[in-house]
């Protein structure tokens, strides 16, 4: 299964990459993500719930962030498996300006899957696989603003611009 | 009472339970102390096992037992093939994978638990570590060089190369008066899809030291010489046990390593353990159908005779042979001439080994494709040559004279007259008026196809001498005291209705009602030996085995009859329950001739006490039945869709006996034909993934997408069995495939169709419109 798209975020280039790069954000982000955690090798482990239509099931994941190029590029390598079957994918990302203020990222990548997932989900998995990308992208770019434009603090102690 | 039984559409001995839920099959087998099993499968269609981690399974809720391939290893024989090829490479083929898997769904675990649901979810717990392989999934890729091995103790992925030549092709290739016509057919894999699973319960007694399997199966005594083996027992301490069985299309026509597990389990256990195949599972690792790649050259002369055919089969075994697997394929080549005499043949099929489930046996069984080949050949030829498809046809039939007809195929035709049943079947279609119809809709933008399928299968299989495990099959008659007959068959129904026909047969020559003749078949404890149901064999070689039985019977009744009657035994005829001479004259009841047979109170000298015989029929050869179908489709040119108008089908299977279960036959069988023309394939991703893997994702054909069929008949009996039946059970599929697919080429003939493969799918249709409507 091929995959590829883009979508902007309406930050600068070097915010999107820091949150790119940070596990914090990303399981954040991640839709059903329950755990990451890093492993010694730089690589993380990540508990994933994931519903592919009637195939719902729970994924220990592997990901890892290869030939890192700062800011624009890094390939992420993701090696997932459960109950319902495993998920292998690797992609490209790649990070443009688009002005001061906002970022376009282009992934293009290609997954194999198998099992249940794979058997009983095929006509769904495109949509589906399209449909995590947004959901993430979409709460990445929620957790890229929160940093780069964080809303003012409610509580009196605190000054409501840290700029 | 006085119309002769056979011939009559008498109602189905079996419809009142089955109708009524009061069947049992496998899964209403309860037994107490009964364990449930559960299987953990590839995930990878080519991958080295790692380790594999079972210790959460084991300590799941009401978990007793797990078993890895290396527990069973030594412990429980392969998985059997029994097909006899020379030169055939066999994989070892172990019921639980060992340290390599090779297909999507190959069993790598076992889970025996206390029940059905605590099985299955702990055989989710169970983690395999896989180092994946690359995966072999096209058969022409698998016979590269540079191809990935999938046995590699085999060498190559070359299970076998057989080759069949008859006259001489190669004289042709220099006659430059021949047209050559050259085409590539894709015959699709399929799944048999019977609506009932597969099941086994296998129930070990050790006090007793025997072994019972219930198994939804069509060869019960071959499963228990199987079995035996495989669990090294002898075949007195295992009795297998064919219930009610929904179902199997060639499916259960196997010895499946679930089977083996079950066996094996309850024998470690000492408990029963129960196994019942889910729908996926059933898609996944039931064996498959079809499958092959022809290559062909057809020579034709300017006048439509065809000369020669050269045919190469490549056919996609899968990863393993079952028990039939590399045999199926070498009926393609056999039957390949179809009811035409075609003087110089060369077949070559090369089966091959793929990272798939292995094909085996399904409905037809190698004929269909077959069929397939030689009718959109035939179709080719009228094409070319700008003839009507009827002509071509007509041109290259045989004489009905011509019978017994030898084959340069090898195989000798036993009785046929292919013109009367093409002939009834055009006036039944209305064909002139059809092809009238058919061009008014042209000029109107609308596109109607008539297509024909002229075929004839090899059946009543078979002749011991070309069969693996012997091809006779064993009957028995036994006439209780109170005068009602008990009817015992090796032949091992699943919906074919010989409890049916079997008792007409029986009531028709013993003159007694049909009420009174009860039919058992399926227990190797009850019916002493048997080979099964496949191969459209039943009535012709296991009914035929009970007329045999039947007929000994008789002697000894009328020489007990005419003892009393003071007449000679053959001046008596057996009719509404008595024995007496032709005029009336003398006579004596049935049941007083059953009542002094049993307690031998008058029995004429050299005569034995009691009234059971038993009969092995060994045919001599195969029947040849034939016939004729006329497909009418319209194609919808917004969307492509095709709807089967008319169907007309006009089938000769020797004598009728019943003519509502042969219509029931040919009903079953075009419509899973039709299903292979239009919609069903299996299909796996080029990584192995079987991506059709639900009945949501395999388009099985339903009620509403078929029209009425109109089925005939013309009756041509075979002298091969006394009975003069041919067989019926897989006819419709064998015939109806090409007529649909010959359909729609009609119907597109305006677009410059030649060939499209099968399945004829909307989005395949529709993207010919849309390039021809462009064009």
Known sequence: MKLDGSYTIPAPREVVWQQLMNPETLAKSLPGCERMQPNPDGSYQAELKVGIGAVKGSYQARIEILNPVSPERYRMKVEGKGAGGFVNGEGLLTLTENGSAQTLITYSGEAQVGGVVASVGQRLLQAAARQIVSQFFQAFAKQVQAVAFPPPSTDPLIPSSPR | ?775
């Open chain 2, 1 to 775: 009472m006085a119309t002769p039984l056979l011939g009559q559409r008498v109602k189905r001995k079996e419809d009142p339970r089955l109708i009524q839920g009061r069947g049992h099959y496998v899964d209403d087998i309860q037994l107490p102390g009964m364990l449930h099993m559960a299987f953990t499968r590839s995930l990878h269609a080519h991958a080295r096992i790692g380790s594999i981690r079972v210790a959460a399974a084991k300590a799941a809720p009401g978990v007793v037992a797990v078993y890895t391939g290396q527990d069973i290893q030594g412990q429980l024989g392969w998985v059997p093939c029994a097909a006899g090829i020379e030169g055939l490479k066999v994989p070892r083929h172990s019921c639980l994978a060992i340290d390599k898997v090779c297909y999507v769904g190959e069993p790598v675990a076992a889970v025996v638990a206390a029940s059905g649901y605590a099985a299955r979810d702990a055989a989710d717990l169970i983690e395999v570590d896989y180092e994946p392989l690359p995966a072999v999934v096209n058969p022409e890729k698998a016979l590269a060089k540079e191809s990935p091995v999938i046995h590699e103790e085999l060498g190559d992925n070359v299970a076998f190369v057989a080759k069949l030549a008859g006259g001489d092709c190669a004289s042709l290739e220099a006659d430059k008066t021949l047209k050559v016509i050259k085409a590539r057919f894709i015959n699709q894999r399929l799944a048999p899809v019977s609506m009932e699973t597969r099941g086994v319960v296998a129930n070990y007694s050790p006090g007793e030291d025997l072994l019972t399997v219930w198994s939804s199966t069509q060869v019960p005594h071959i499963l228990k010489t199987q079995l035996a083996i495989m669990n090294s027992l002898d075949e007195a301490r295992c009795r297998v046990i064919a219930p009610e069985v929904g179902g199997g299309f060639g499916s259960k026509l196997n010895v499946y390593g679930e089977e083996g597990m079950a066996c094996l389990a309850s024998r470690r256990l000492g408990r029963p353990v129960k196994w019942i195949e889910g729908r996926r599972e059933n898609l996944q690792a039931t064996i498959h159908g079809r499958d092959q790649i022809n290559e062909l050259e057809v020579y034709v002369r300017p006048d439509g005779k065809v000369v020669g055919l050269k045919c190469s089969i490549i056919a996609d075994l899968g990863a393993y042979h079952q028990l039939l697997t590399p045999a199926i394929p070498t009926l393609t080549a056999l039957m390949i001439l179809g009811c035409y005499n075609i003087p110089n043949v060369f077949v070559q099929t090369t089966g091959v080994f793929t990272n798939k489930m292995a094909t085996d046996a399904y409905r037809g069984a190698g004929r269909p494709e077959a069929t397939y080949i030689i009718e959109r050949v035939m179709d080719l030829v009228a094409h070319e040559l700008n003839m009507d498809p009827v002509d071509v046809r007509m041109k290259n039939f045989p004489s009905p004279d011509d019978f017994p007809l030898a084959l340069p195929t090898g195989v000798t035709y036993d009785t046929a007259n292919y013109q009367r049943s093409l002939k009834k079947v055009l006036k039944a279609a209305g064909y002139s008026r059809l092809r009238k119809e058919q061009e008014r809709l042209r000029k109107k933008g609308k596109y109607l196809g008539i297509g024909l399928s002229t075929y004839v299968e090899i059946c009543a299989m078979g002749p011991s001498s070309r069969m693996p495990a012997g091809g006779w099959e064993f009957g028995e008659v036994r006439i209780d005291p109170t005068g009602k007959v008990t009817v015992l068959s090796g032949t091992s129904p699943h919906g074919q209705g010989e409890e049916t026909s079997f008792a007409q047969i029986v009531a028709d020559g013993l003159g007694i009602p049909y009420d009174d003749v009860t039919v058992y078949h399926g227990d190797t404890f009850q019916v002493p030996m048997g080979i099964g149901t496949f191969g459209s064999r039943t009535t012709a070689v296991g009914g035929t085995a009970i007329y045999q039985a039947m007929g000994r019977l008789k002697k000894k009744m009328a020489r007990i009859a005419a003892h009393q009657l003071g007449v000679k035994p053959g001046e008596l005829v057996f009719r509404d329950r008595r024995i007496e001479t032709e005029d009336g004259q003398k006579s004596i009841g049935f049941a007083e001739v059953v009542a002094e047979a049993i307690f031998a109170k008058q029995l004429p000298p050299g005569i034995d006490p009691g009234l059971h015989e038993h009969s092995v029929f060994e045919p001599s050869n195969y029947t040849f039945p034939f016939g004729a179908h006329v497909a009418v489709v319209e194609v919808d040119g917004e969307t492509g869709e095709i709807r089967l108008r008319n169907y007309y089908a006009v089938d000769d299977c020797g004598r009728v006996l019943n003519p509502m279960l042969v219509d029931g036959q040919i009903h079953g069988g075009v419509a899973q034909a039709v299903g292979q023309a239009l919609w069903e394939e299996l299909v796996y991703d080029e990584n192995g993934q079987l991506i059709t893997g639900s009945l949501m994702d395999y388009a099985v054909p339903k009620a509403h997408q078929f029209c009425w069929f109109e089925t005939q008949n013309t009756e041509t009996r075979t002298p091969v069995n006394p009975l003069g039946v041919k067989g019926v059970g897989e006819a419709g599929t064998i015939g109806a495939t090409p007529a649909v697919v010959n359909a729609v080429v009609d119907a597109l003939k305006p677009f410059g169709v030649r060939h499209i493969d099968m399945p004829l799918k909307p989005e395949k249709i529709w993207r010919i419109l849309k390039q021809g409507v462009r064009n």
